[in-house]
């Protein structure tokens, strides 16, 4: 959990950052972790269900780090993942293959061999997105001689109140089989010689702040299924309502994890639908408040009336505000008084939009700044643009004691690129 102590000094997990930083003896830029808090929130999502059966899925693709999978292994989650390596990494981590969900537009045959290869009986379930992907992965599944358990994700067709760049769930998005082709692609599975089909799956998109379109899409979802066992007498196992509960990045008003499981999980009881398995695959909500990036300030600068605080971190580091037009707070790392000023605070990689949006920080500005809410999507999406290495990371464990993943290194950048071609 982000905070300050007394003195004003930015903190996490109840650690000054910049005494964290100095023991780690890392550059900036870098993200520092409260892994514990993530443990809680997936403690209070848990409870939140109640009586009713249910599977976390964690959304690996938030925030793949090891220490961050492990913790919430212990808490008691699965996994959702979107790639082979996503998979693999779940698997080594020690989530059990049963407790594994694998997603994906266009899966690769080694993606849908290794799901299948999986345990004893291979994942979970494999999301089936399209009526095409059940006649590839029943070929797989005959090439390997092993039985395939499958869900097919639905497209609702329910627009989700949030950035059209992360809505998934309408029905103009890539993702899912329509409605009307549900019909077809159970007649396909019928005829399929490895696949079983355990249940159906929906995820409408991400950074979702109200139940309202999350159950609306939920109850498309039971309808669906509650129409296909009456036709077919069969029974389902799983129903996937999908990740997306949001965080509140500072505008306030976003309704908490729990708010979503516990909604999802009266819907059930009302359907008579509780020892079903409920599986939920969220990302950022367990994450994404308990990391933050620490960055240096490098100088500053004003431009046509803009003042300019020019910093070490850079789209390549952080994404969100290039990719979404995110924005996050953005606070001086080490306490400051005296009168704020409005900066806008830029990163060094060479695009305009490598730009963090503008923040109320100290005049003269401070030495570092504290990227807040950046424990989701960050890391992850981080990449090498402009020869740049990938931020350290640092993780700060219930006891206080830390961990260090530093950043990569440069010359093994250089290296590859020289050899490149
Ligand atoms: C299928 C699926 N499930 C879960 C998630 C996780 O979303 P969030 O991090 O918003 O919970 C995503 C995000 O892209 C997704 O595509």
Not at 4 to 19: C, N, V
Request: glycine share 10%.
């Amino acid at each position: 959990m982000f905070g300050r102590a007394q003195g004003g000094e930015a903190t996490i997990a109840g650690r000054p950052i910049a005494a964290i930083l100095r023991e780690a003896a890392v550059e900036t830029p870098a993200y520092v972790y409260d892994v514990g808090a993530m443990q809680d929130e997936a403690h209070e999502l848990k409870h939140a269900f109640g009586a009713q059966a249910h599977l976390v899925a964690y959304a690996v693709k938030a925030n793949s780090a090891g220490a961050v999978m492990r913790a919430l292994l212990d808490a008691g989650c699965g996994a959702e993942v979107g790639s082979l390596a996503e998979l693999e990494l779940a698997l080594e981590v020690g989530v059990p293959p049963e407790a594994i969900i694998v997603n994906g537009v266009a899966k690769t045959d080694a993606e849908l061999d290794a799901a299948v290869a999986s345990g004893g009986v291979g994942v979970c379930a494999v999301q089936i997105d399209h009526l095409a992907e059940i006649l590839r992965l029943d070929a797989r599944a005959v090439a390997l001689d092993r039985p395939a358990r499958v869900s097919l994700r639905i497209n609702p067709n329910v627009r989700a109140d949030t950035h059209a760049g992360i809505a998934t769930g309408h029905d103009e998005a890539k993702f899912g089989i329509a409605l009307e082709e549900i019909g077809e692609a159970v007649e396909l599975l019928r005829q399929s010689r490895q696949l079983l089909l355990v249940g159906l799956g929906i995820h409408i998109g991400s950074q979702l702040t109200r139940t309202n379109e999350y159950l609306e899409a939920a109850r498309v979802l039971v309808d669906a299924a509650t129409s296909y066992e009456a036709a077919s007498g069969d029974r389902l196992e799983l129903f996937n309502l999908g990740g997306g509960f949001g965080v509140d990045y500072g505008e306030g008003s976003c309704a908490p994890p729990a708010e979503f499981a516990r909604d999802a999980a009266r819907l059930f009881k009302e359907r008579g639908l509780s020892t079903r398995l409920m599986v939920v695959e969220p990302g950022r909500a367990l994450v994404a408040s308990h990391g933050v990036l620490v960055a240096s300030v490098l100088g500053h600068k004003t431009a046509g009336g803009r003042r300019y605080l020019l910093i070490d971190a850079g789209m390549n580091d952080l994404l969100r505000p290039a990719l979404y037009g995110a924005h996050h707070r953005i606070e001086a790392l080490e306490a400051s008084s005296g009168a704020g000023q409005r900066w806008n605070v830029v990163g060094p990689v060479c695009e305009s939009s490598c730009d963090f949006g503008t923040s109320m920080l100290p005049d003269p500005p401070p030495s570092h700044v504290v990227i807040r809410d950046a424990g989701a999507y960050g890391y992850s999406m981080a990449s090498h643009y402009n020869g740049r290495p990938l931020p350290a990371e640092i993780f700060v464990a219930r006891d206080g004691t830390i961990r260090v993943s530093r950043a990569s290194d440069s010359a093994r950048w250089l290296a590859e690129r020289l050899a490149a071609g």
